[in-house]
């Protein structure tokens, strides 16, 4: 069963509410200020695709190194961007076959 948050004496529910800021507040409210105007929207136009393809990685890869040694890091790094740009081309020529 849920209970509804006790009242105050004055009406009041959220009397004792603690708010937190989030951490990155300022960067959150900047880059939505940059989609006012139309230099910030190109900019997040040119952002958004360089950080879709991050993701692609990040996801493959996950977000930690997984050997000791840089080297062996940027080994791994070059074939997963490798195993991306195949799942790329495979998109592509899917959508091409589709057309």
Same mark, same amino acid.
């Given at each position: 069963?849920?209970?509804?948050?006790?009242?105050?004496?004055?009406?009041?529910? $959220?009397?004792? +509410?603690? $708010?937190?800021?989030? +951490?990155?507040?300022?960067? &959150?409210?900047?880059?939505?200020?940059?989609?006012?105007?139309?230099?910030?929207? +190109?900019?997040?136009?040119?952002?958004? #695709?360089?950080?879709?393809?991050?993701?692609?990685?990040? #996801?493959?890869?996950?977000?930690?190194?997984? $050997?000791?040694?840089?080297?062996?890091?940027?080994?791994?790094?070059? +074939?997963?961007?490798?195993?991306?740009? &195949?799942?790329?081309?495979?998109?592509? $020529?899917?959508?091409?076959?589709?057309?």
């Amino acid at each position: 069963m849920i209970s509804k948050p006790p009242v105050q004496p004055n009406g009041d529910r $959220f009397a004792d +509410a603690c $708010f937190h800021v989030h +951490a990155q507040e300022q960067w &959150c409210r900047d880059m939505a200020a940059q989609l006012g105007t139309a230099e910030g929207r +190109a900019k997040r136009r040119e952002r958004t #695709a360089v950080e879709h393809a991050l993701g692609r990685v990040s #996801a493959i890869q996950g977000n930690k190194a997984r $050997f000791r040694g840089q080297e062996k890091n940027q080994f791994h790094l070059q +074939a997963v961007a490798v195993a991306n740009n &195949c799942y790329v081309l495979n998109a592509l $020529f899917a959508d091409r076959e589709a057309a």
